[in-house]
């Protein structure tokens, strides 16, 4: 499905994930899904909680454990795919790069997007962070209803 259609499949997304028991505190989630010569995420993460080996083409794999959920990885990776996901309550709390305009302000309501570029739900903004250091790969924290966990990717703003 991916090779054709450039979104994963459900069974891939969810490979990604650790357990739901894990994402009572924030953890990151690395949906590189090919083999690519790639590893910032593996050289900003202080914690040594993703690997990658010697082989620099080898997908990225997180140690679940180590992982504080602190975001450095987020705009580290040039393919802007790990988000940081936590479920809180009956919400599920992430971390997304984002490096469009308009950027989202804390408190807005946003659309939350899936994979496919629909719009699924809305989006609560809770904090946008961008510094020089991030090279203008902005982290934006953002509040979606807990079912969409495992459908959610990104923001769109609402027009």
Known sequence: MLNQTGIPTKDQVHSRFPSKIALIRPKAILECYEDIPCNPCSTSCPFDAIMIGENINVQPKLITDKCTGCGLCVPSCPGLAIVI?????DKAV???PYEF???????EKWHGVNRSG????EAEINQVLLSKKQDHTAV???SVPEQFLYDFVTIRVKR
């Open 94 to 96: 992430f971390k997304i």
């Open 118 to 121: 629909e719009v699924i739900c």
């Open 85 to 89: 996901a936590q479920v809180k309550e």
């Open 101 to 107: 305009l308009p950027m989202p302000k804390t408190g």
């Open 140 to 142: 934006v924290t953002v």
